[in-house]
């Protein structure tokens, strides 16, 4: 391997929101990953910091060529450029959109289990979350949309926005493309903007890639703002960038008003000269990520079959995210992570986060050097085996 995701990195007090815990103890929970980003990216950083002058910037015509250029390249999905909008991050547009596409008391429409920081966004803005909960097969271990709740949730006239995970956080499951139309175009009979948050959608780690909602035929895209960003893909979260995609011009426009009245759509100094660099010179270093973080996912699955047969993996084929059902072994995800972390040190997060039915499940995140992985895994094995 040309790049290394072997070496354990120190990332205690370095301001690391998740590694801010006692000297034992391993969180393997907020989506980021311990790897060092991709050396192209760094070095576009020290270019851009041994220029020195940090003044005020805007978001060049090169930054979105880079954007469309990866979307063509990695994905086979066009976007024109000026369809394109920089913002400050995934979540400060979603927050934007909420507030302006959206009124006090509406309803915002969700498929649950789903990643957490949406309640913030809604709830924050006095809007009410309403949750289509997805159907689980205690067979399979798999989900799917229950259709008809969808409908009716959508038929709703208080409901006007609908946030969609495509890919889902947390079950790792790639929305197909008939799947993605047919949500759409639901939406749009009712009058409902989908904001599509595609901030997983290069972490594909087998099968068929994910659907890019952009590249939709036109009629699916007319109440549609798609959502992507270089943040969960290269390991630059703190980068605040991220890229709405909206191609119905009276949408975008909207969508423009909502970054600006927020103040998400002024990049910071490292902010385009990183993204240019992770879009142009970055797919090497993703396509070893996948293949590393594939490999982690196969000897997780593995440890699990031989070791905790009472746990059940949910077969997702994107994220780094695991989502593990332990409904056989405690009625309570909370009280069971609190337990993990008490007894061995590993700090995972409780499904209870992500609403729905994620009581019966704990996420644990496996971008980690294998080494590190193999120390969560026992210590997991050794905290249900008590
Ligand atoms: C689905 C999803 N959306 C958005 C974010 C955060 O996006 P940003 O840091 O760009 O606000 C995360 C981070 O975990 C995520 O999983």
């Given at each position: 391997?040309?790049y290394?995701?072997?070496t354990?990195?120190?990332?205690?007090?370095?301001n690391?929101e998740?590694?801010?815990?006692?000297s034992?103890?391993?969180?393997?929970?907020?989506a980021?990953?311990?790897?060092k980003?991709?050396?192209?990216?760094?070095?576009?950083?020290?270019?851009?910091i041994?220029?020195?002058?940090?003044?005020?910037?805007?978001?060049n015509?090169e930054?979105?060529?880079?954007?469309a250029?990866?979307?063509k390249?990695?994905?086979?999905?066009?976007?024109?450029?000026?369809?394109?909008?920089?913002?400050?991050?995934?979540?400060?547009?979603?927050?934007?959109?909420?507030?302006?596409?959206?009124?006090?008391?509406?309803?915002?429409?969700?498929?649950?289990?789903?990643?957490?920081?949406?309640?913030?966004?809604?709830?924050?803005s006095?809007?009410?979350?309403?949750?289509?909960?997805?159907r689980?097969?205690?067979n399979?271990y798999?989900?799917?949309?229950?259709?008809?709740?969808?409908?009716?949730?959508?038929?709703?006239?208080?409901?006007?926005?609908?946030?969609?995970?495509?890919?889902?956080?947390?079950?790792?499951?790639?929305?197909?493309?008939?799947?993605?139309?047919r949500i759409?175009?639901?939406?749009?009979k009712?009058?409902?903007i989908?904001?599509?948050?595609?901030?997983?959608?290069?972490?594909?780690?087998?099968?068929?890639?994910y659907?890019p909602?952009?590249?939709?035929p036109?009629?699916?895209?007319q109440?549609?703002?798609?959502?992507?960003?270089t943040?969960?893909t290269?390991?630059?979260?703190?980068l605040?960038?991220?890229?709405?995609?909206?191609?119905?011009?009276?949408?975008?426009?909207r969508?423009?008003?909502?970054?600006?009245?927020y103040?998400?759509?002024?990049?910071?100094?490292?902010?385009?000269?990183?993204?240019?660099?992770?879009?142009?010179?970055?797919?090497?270093?993703?396509?070893?990520?996948?293949?590393?973080?594939?490999?982690?996912?196969?000897?997780?699955?593995?440890?699990?079959?031989?070791?905790?047969?009472?746990?059940?993996?949910?077969?997702?084929?994107?994220?780094?995210l695991?989502?593990?059902?332990v409904?056989?072994?405690?009625?309570?995800?909370?009280?069971?992570?609190?337990?993990?972390?008490?007894?061995?040190?590993?700090?995972?997060?409780?499904?209870?986060y992500?609403?729905?039915?994620?009581?019966d499940?704990?996420?644990?995140?496996?971008?980690?050097?294998?080494?590190?992985?193999?120390?969560?895994?026992h210590?997991?094995?050794?905290?249900?085996?008590n």
């Amino acid at each position: 391997m040309k790049y290394d995701f072997d070496t354990i990195l120190d990332r205690r007090h370095t301001n690391s929101e998740k590694w801010d815990v006692k000297s034992n103890e391993l969180p393997m929970t907020t989506a980021d990953m311990d790897f060092k980003t991709a050396p192209e990216i760094m070095q576009a950083m020290k270019d851009k910091i041994n220029s020195g002058a940090f003044g005020y910037e805007y978001p060049n015509q090169e930054y979105f060529n880079a954007v469309a250029h990866w979307y063509k390249t990695e994905h086979n999905a066009e976007a024109q450029t000026s369809w394109m909008r920089f913002a400050t991050g995934v979540i400060p547009s979603i927050t934007a959109s909420v507030n302006h596409l959206s009124h006090a008391g509406d309803n915002v429409l969700l498929m649950e289990p789903v990643y957490n920081t949406f309640y913030n966004s809604i709830l924050n803005s006095g809007r009410h979350a309403l949750a289509s909960q997805m159907r689980y097969d205690q067979n399979s271990y798999t989900y799917s949309v229950d259709w008809e709740d969808l409908e009716e949730k959508m038929r709703n006239p208080l409901t006007t926005l609908m946030i969609l995970c495509n890919p889902h956080n947390p079950t790792g499951y790639v929305w197909t493309r008939d799947e993605l139309i047919r949500i759409i175009k639901l939406a749009q009979k009712y009058g409902v903007i989908v904001i599509s948050d595609e901030i997983h959608g290069d972490l594909v780690l087998k099968g068929p890639d994910y659907t890019p909602t952009f590249s939709l035929p036109e009629d699916c895209r007319q109440n549609l703002v798609t959502l992507v960003s270089t943040s969960k893909t290269f390991n630059v979260a703190a980068l605040h960038a991220a890229t709405g995609i909206v191609s119905n011009s009276i949408l975008r426009e909207r969508f423009t008003r909502a970054i600006n009245k927020y103040e998400v759509a002024e990049p910071n100094l490292l902010a385009i000269p990183g993204t240019i660099a992770a879009y142009t010179h970055g797919a090497d270093w993703l396509y070893q990520l996948k293949q590393y973080l594939l490999s982690n996912r196969e000897y997780l699955e593995a440890f699990i079959k031989k070791n905790l047969p009472q746990l059940h993996v949910v077969p997702g084929t994107a994220t780094y995210l695991v989502w593990i059902d332990v409904s056989e072994v405690t009625d309570d995800s909370i009280v069971l992570a609190q337990k993990i972390r008490q007894k061995t040190g590993l700090i995972i997060n409780p499904g209870t986060y992500y609403h729905g039915n994620g009581n019966d499940f704990i996420r644990i995140n496996i971008a980690y050097p294998l080494a590190q992985v193999k120390d969560g895994l026992h210590r997991l094995a050794k905290a249900i085996k008590n």
